[in-house]
């Protein structure tokens, strides 16, 4: 019989239905090696978590993560809170064995990452940090594609994640609703929320990033927090553009902003070999366009290949070629690829030591553009 696996998930908001959700699907698409149970939600909200209980087939709900934590009974914790409270709970849950898997960008800031990556690693238990990206078939097929060789030697890799919500002036800071917004809460702005995942896929497909040189910006200086009712100085970055240099020799281009009016969540990418180029775009994310060289020139050019074929990167679970998935797919490939490895004694990539090099660009990148200089970047 397949062992059971009590899962304790901490924070039922956005990501808290993804992994819940991932978990729901995952024994039904991959022949995983144990049973997950949805033992006990948490969150700040009694009626809200007893709500996500019942919906999403929790067995209990509590409204204190240390609750969680404690349970002998839970054997993953997963953290799906605001960025300021995982540092707090995922030591907690390391000091208590259990096996971790939490939402990005791994922690507030560096000191806090690397306390992190003692904790699970002085007590052993296996980690994973949710940089979901890279579980999206086309974004995987991408770095296969790269290890292959096929684009030979890499000269430019372009990112961008471009969104258009805090526009207004009107929209608060602080609180459940836009903790985003609060440094307090978040401990960057795009650099940390949306930068991180870049950075995350970049690194993983081309190396490790060794300087950075940055810019950000702060279009609303001032804004109402919902916890005080004062308007207070927004501490944020509105938007992060940063070159930077990759360990391979490749240079890389990145922007991020939240405010680019008409884009909601545009994710791209490309990257420039020698002998092909790829492009992947998150508005259309089964899809990824390969130019190679090598065609016969009358044939050459971009093409779009749609990812759906079964030997491509996850696509035998799903359906049958020609049909599509989606963005909560990344999150069902991240638990199947995380049990599988839990299962043989595995770490499964990125942890939180991976994702602490991720953190030491974040911090470069955000140093840079305090003092206006090229800046260093930590090695893990
Ligand atoms: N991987 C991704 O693509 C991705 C996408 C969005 C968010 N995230 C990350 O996931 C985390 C959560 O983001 P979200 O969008 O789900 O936020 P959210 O605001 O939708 O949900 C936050 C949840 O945290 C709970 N919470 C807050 N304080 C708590 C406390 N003290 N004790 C217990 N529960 C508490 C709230 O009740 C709420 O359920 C963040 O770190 C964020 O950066 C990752």
Not at 14 to 39: C, E
Not at 80 to 101: F, M, Q, S
Not at 115 to 126: F, I, L, N, S, T
Not at 133 to 160: C, M, S, W
Request: hydrophobic fraction near 40%.
């Amino acid at each position: 019989m397949t062992k059971k696996l009590n899962i304790g998930l901490i924070g039922y908001g956005f990501m808290g239905r993804t992994h819940s959700n991932a978990y729901h699907k995952v024994k039904h698409f991959f022949d995983i090696p144990y049973d997950p149970v949805l033992q006990v939600v948490c969150g700040l909200v009694e009626e809200e978590a007893k709500a996500f209980a019942e919906k999403w087939e929790y067995k209990s709900y509590v409204t204190d993560w240390h609750k969680v934590v404690e349970d002998e009974n839970i054997d993953v914790v997963e953290i799906c809170v605001p960025n300021n409270l995982h540092a707090e709970i995922a030591i907690a849950a390391a000091r208590a064995g259990k096996t971790i898997c939490c939402e990005k960008p791994l922690a507030l800031n560096v000191p806090q990452a690397e306390e992190m990556v003692k904790a699970v690693e002085e007590a052993g238990v296996p980690n994973l940090v949710s940089f979901n990206y890279r579980r999206v078939p086309a974004v995987t097929l991408a770095k296969q594609l790269i290890d292959e060789g096929r684009l030979g030697k890499i000269f430019h890799y372009r990112a961008n994640f471009l969104q258009d919500w805090t526009i207004s002036a009107n929209v608060p800071q602080g609180g459940m609703a836009t903790w985003r917004l609060d440094i307090k809460a978040a401990g960057s702005g795009v650099t940390g929320d949306l930068l991180a995942h870049c950075i995350d896929t970049a690194m993983w497909q081309n190396g490790p990033i060794t300087d950075v040189c940055a810019m950000t910006e702060t279009f609303i200086k001032e804004r109402m927090h919902t916890e005080t009712g004062k308007v207070e100085p927004v501490g944020i970055d509105d938007a992060c553009t940063f070159f930077c240099h990759f360990d391979n020799g490749s240079l890389g281009n990145f922007e991020s902003t939240r405010y680019a009016r008409g884009h909601k969540a545009l994710y791209t990418f490309e990257i420039n070999g020698e002998k092909a180029s790829i492009a992947w775009d998150l508005h259309d994310l089964h899809r990824l366009s390969y130019f190679d060289h090598s065609d016969d020139s009358i044939v050459r050019g971009w093409r779009s290949i749609h990812v759906t074929d079964s030997d491509m990167p996850y696509m035998d679970k799903w359906w049958v070629p020609g049909l599509q998935i989606g963005y909560e797919h990344a999150f069902v490939h991240q638990v199947a690829d995380f049990l599988q490895n839990l299962a043989e004694g595995k770490p499964t990539s990125p942890d939180f030591r991976e994702a602490l090099a991720t953190q030491y660009v974040c911090d470069a990148v955000l140093t840079s553009a305090k003092n206006k200089k090229w800046e260093t970047v930590k090695k893990p």
